[in-house]
């Protein structure tokens, strides 16, 4: 069974650092492209960016391109969001995505989230 | 940035019903468009890729059509597990973006 499941989510405070960690299960994860999506409060979806399955490449979201940084570890099935200098508008559900094998930008398996509040 | 407008954003219908939910992008985004579907305490499912393709596990009953800039999502024969919230993807070009969202409910 695929299983995505992140964690390092909490209440942070703004101009601060937050890493997430999202472990993968049941899939070898060296051979997907992996995303990272976030939910707002108010349910909007935004995507936030991705990497290649071999980690040599990754897209942003141009907004968050600055502040973000996702990175990955085969040998540990895990995936990383570093984000920096939090603001109160990055409050949010963040979710582990995994790219289908020949669609690397659909997105066939979501973890359940880790919530990240910014606030002081 | 490709903007996907959703509509209706709430819907409520009866099982047995049938319903269409839209998703219209700003500029034409191929096919390259997905459905998911959001469920309380459950992981978002990928229900439909390609503007039409079902993904493996999804019902028959829901089907995608489109292509360009219009795409619509139809569910046949409503079941009570799927009232729920459905989000249309595109990943013609980064950034990917999300319509906004449809909550499905039961009338």
């Known amino acids: 069974e695929v299983q995505l499941v992140e964690s390092g989510g909490g209440l942070v405070q703004p101009g601060a650092s937050l890493k997430l960690s999202c472990v993968a299960s049941?899939?070898?994860?060296?051979?997907?492209?992996m995303s990272w999506v976030r939910q707002t409060p108010g349910k909007t979806m935004e995507w936030i960016g991705d990497i290649k399955y071999d980690g040599s490449y990754t897209n942003y979201a141009p907004s968050l391109k600055n502040r973000f940084t996702i990175s990955r570890d085969n040998a540990k099935s895990t995936l990383y969001l570093q984000m920096s200098n939090v603001r109160s508008e990055d409050t949010a559900t963040y979710y582990c995505t995994r790219g289908t094998y020949y669609y690397a930008d659909v997105m066939d398996a979501w973890g359940q989230g880790a919530s990240v509040t910014v606030s002081s | 940035d490709v903007q996907m407008t959703q509509s209706p954003s709430y819907l409520a219908a009866s099982p047995g019903e049938s319903v269409s939910i839209s998703c219209k992008a700003s500029k034409s985004i191929s096919n390259n468009l997905a459905w998911y579907q959001e469920k309380p305490g459950k992981a978002n499912k990928l229900l439909i890729h390609s503007g039409s393709t079902l993904q493996s596990g999804t019902p028959s009953r829901f089907s995608g059509s489109g292509s360009g800039t219009d795409f619509t999502l139809t569910i046949r024969s409503l079941e009570s597990e799927d009232f729920a919230v459905y989000y249309c993807?595109?990943?013609?070009?980064?950034?990917?973006?999300f319509g906004s969202g449809t909550k499905l409910e039961i009338k």
């Open positions: 993807q595109q990943y013609n070009e980064y950034p990917f973006t």
């Open positions: 049941g899939f070898t994860f060296s051979d997907y492209w």
